[in-house]
């Protein structure tokens, strides 16, 4: 069972930065492969990023890519995703996921475990 509690979120201004972290616990967090989806008003929740469990491959949603940057520490039992350049379309319910699926998972019904999520809003 692993419990994941994101932080970081809040209102930022277009073109401004945001670093989220997701905090897991327990002592298998390295097992997990770990994923960033985000939920606007009125859409389905989307694929953001996602990382191996030895953060040695990353991808990320087209929309995303170049912007954002998925990582982690596993000795922290921590997973990040900085996002620059941020754009009202990122406005969102950032969430982070869990899944013991070796490999990039995409979907969410890969994963097993689910945050809270945390708000982020941008303005233009």
């Known amino acids: 069972q692993v419990q994941l509690v994101e932080s970081g979120g809040g209102l930022v201004q277009a073109g401004d930065s945001l670093r989220l972290s997701c905090a897991a616990s327990?002592?298998?967090?390295?097992?997990?492969?770990m994923g960033w989806f985000r939920q606007a008003p009125g859409k389905e929740r989307e694929f953001v990023a996602a990382?191996?469990?030895?953060?040695?491959?990353?991808y990320y949603a087209d929309s995303v890519e170049g912007r954002f940057t998925i990582s982690r520490d596993n000795a922290k039992n921590t997973v990040y995703l900085q996002m620059n350049n941020l754009t009202p379309e990122d406005t969102a319910i950032y969430y982070c996921a869990g899944t013991s699926y070796v490999g990039i998972a995409y979907g969410p019904d890969e994963y097993d475990y689910w945050g809270q999520g945390t708000q982020v809003t941008v303005s233009s």
């Open positions: 990382i191996t469990q030895d953060g040695g491959s990353t």
């Open positions: 327990g002592r298998t967090f390295s097992s997990y492969a």
